[in-house]
């Protein structure tokens, strides 16, 4: 099993930037993704990671500016942020998927973490 622990939000103007830190323990060889849900809407998938770094997937909202990265010695994934907009404003999920692939499926993705408010003024 793996426990996820996400850091690095807060608040931002638009044009600015933040890096997310998804911290695993435990069996880490997982396909790595991000989420968001802003309020009001549904869960949508944000970028998504191989468990060897080979694939990536992104939403085409944040391609060109969103890049999703692991450091496998520290067990940790990255979500670098620029360019942000009012619209990226959205608690941001952390999830491992027991897929080869850097799947979009939510449904993939057995294990989360507890959520990081990233909040994005005009």
């Known amino acids: 099993q793996v426990q996820l622990v996400e850091s690095g939000g807060g608040a931002v103007q638009a044009g600015g930037s933040l890096r997310l830190s998804c911290a695993a323990s435990g069996r880490t060889s997982y396909t790595m993704g991000w989420f968001r849900q802003a309020p009001g809407k549904e869960r949508e998938f944000v970028a998504a990671?191989?468990?060897?770094?080979?694939?990536?997937n992104y939403a085409d909202s944040v391609k060109g500016r969103f890049t999703i990265s692991r450091d496998s010695a520290k067990n940790t994934v990255y979500l670098q942020m620029n360019s942000l907009k009012p619209e990226d404003t959205a608690v941001y999920y952390c999830a491992a998927a027991a897929s080869y692939l850097a799947t979009h499926r939510s449904n993939y993705y057995s294990t989360w973490g507890q959520g990081i408010q990233v909040t994005v003024s005009s």
């Open positions: 990671i191989s468990w060897r770094g080979g694939n990536t």
